[in-house]
């Protein structure tokens, strides 16, 4: 088992930043890739970005491309989200999650065998 843990969402205004957290406890040892998701109000889920644990190779979805960045510190097994320019869309309560293999899509949620408890993010405008 792989417990996770997300950090760091609140209120933010348009234009501003926020950085998530996530750490994972147990057996993380078994963990290829780590993502985060998001899922708003009324909408389905929605893949946010994804990083292999080994080689750090990072997937993004398009409504977040060149305004967030996912990072990952091994040694702490810890996944970051740096999130930048947001916007009030951005606006949802954002999972991490993680995966054991690297069968199917990094943003295929059900491809996931891990999920946080999730943390709210809200962009005023």
């Known amino acids: 088992q792989v417990q996770l843990v997300e950090l760091g969402g609140g209120l933010v205004q348009a234009g501003g930043s926020l950085r998530l957290s996530c750490a994972a406890s147990g057996r993380t040892f078994s963990t290829y890739a780590m993502g985060w998701f998001r899922q708003a109000t009324g909408k389905e889920r929605e893949f946010v970005a994804a990083?292999?644990?080994?080689?750090?190779?990072?997937y993004y979805g398009d409504s977040v491309k060149g305004r967030f960045t996912i990072s990952s510190d091994n040694a702490k097994n810890t996944v970051h989200l740096q999130m930048n320019s947001l916007k009030p869309e951005d606006t949802a309560v954002y999972y991490c999650?993680?995966?054991?293999?690297?069968?199917?899509?990094?943003?295929?949620?059900?491809?996931?065998?891990?999920w946080g408890q999730g943390t709210q993010v809200t962009v005023s405008s």
């Open positions: 990083i292999t644990v080994s080689g750090h190779i990072t």
């Open positions: 999650a993680a995966k054991t293999t690297g069968l199917y899509s990094h943003s295929y949620g059900a491809s996931y065998d891990y």
